[in-house]
């Protein structure tokens, strides 16, 4: 059985339980506390040399990590994942634009408002930038659902469970979606998918 | 024929250089100043609507973005990828590792110092935490070269490229890589693998 470290309020953790969810796979949580450094100890590292959740150790015991990673890995061969060249692509394409234009905005803004008690002067300098970069990755978004149902191929996929993830709960960062109807919409849409896998609100 | 919209100094640009160029793909290259802000103008946010460098438009008129999701799209089946799917996903976590937790620092810090007149005061207060972030993925790089010729399966391939582009002039960023000998070591073997596709030092 496969063994999936976490800490319950990471988005990208919840992208993977949601995969485990679908696709009906079972496998062991061992929660770790980032907020307690519980991913920086020497013996996390030994699992995960960047220190980081999730972390997901395979059946052979050997360790994946960065969640983007993992859920392809799971998905691979399933409907979640395109089987077309061009599609595995786009969905790669929109992955690494969570990662690189949505994650470190979005997601870090909610980190610093939502889980620490107070934000650093720096925390607070940076906070104006990073909520414009938020708001222009949303822009990316709202654009492209314009004119599609889902990101890719018009079918709820990995790319959706990647973006979905920040974006259902950025409202903890302060964002306020309400000039973004098409990714309200599709929040809708993805919902009616996700189910009841959960993210923890606050630890 | 396609058509690589690129930034001459871009390490992410590079690395899509880098595997067309081991591919023998012709392509007809454009070059945009992101210095001049020629990415974001209306008629490039038509091919890229996050106004971004590297941009590859296919031989069908679409267009594709995001460096790593390029390479591995002109990839896939080649000798650069993987053909087992455990590899791949490794592959794909030093990929999302490279954009996370190395790109961020290093190739950031390296276009503030190397390209940039002059850091805001902004920058300025961030450039200590950066460094710090940078050389903590230098670290991690370190640990796994120790045991290790290439990143995933012991040849030459994406991880590889990808960790490559920016490590390699990461030195103009001020990065001092004296300590890390395993680093060092496994950039002799990705040169002589990389040849003569060049990074430009300074548009």
Redesign the interface.
Same mark, same amino acid.
């Given at each position: 059985m496969m063994t999936l470290y976490d800490f319950m309020g990471s988005g990208n953790g919840y992208k993977v339980r949601l995969v485990l969810d679908h696709l009906s796979l079972p496998y062991t949580l061992v929660e770790r506390d980032i907020l307690k450094g519980e991913t920086r100890t020497p013996e996390f590292l030994t699992k995960n040399?960047?220190g980081r959740i999730p972390t997901l150790q395979?059946e052979d015991g050997?360790f994946?990590?960065?969640?983007?990673?993992?859920i392809?890995?799971l998905a $691979?061969g399933t409907k979640l994942a395109p089987a077309d060249?061009?599609a595995?692509? $786009?969905t790669?394409?929109w992955?690494?634009?969570e990662?690189?234009?949505h $994650?470190?905005y979005i997601a870090t803004v909610r980190f610093w408002k939502h889980f620490l008690p107070k934000l650093t002067p720096?925390q607070e300098? $940076?906070l104006p930038?990073r909520m414009e970069k938020g708001y222009a990755a949303l822009g990316?978004m709202e654009?492209?659902l314009g004119r599609h149902q889902f990101f890719v191929g018009g079918q709820y996929g990995l790319a959706d469970i990647t973006l979905y993830a920040y974006t259902h709960v950025a409202g903890e960062g302060g964002f306020n979606l309400d000039n973004f109807p098409q990714v309200n919409a599709w929040m809708a849409r993805v919902a009616a998918h996700a189910g009841n896998v959960f993210i923890d609100r606050k630890n």
């Open positions: 040399p960047n395979l050997s994946l990590f960065e969640s983007n990673a993992i392809w890995y $691979e060249r061009r595995r692509a $786009e790669l394409q992955m690494f634009f990662q690189y234009s $994650e470190p720096l300098m $940076e930038g990316v654009q492209h």
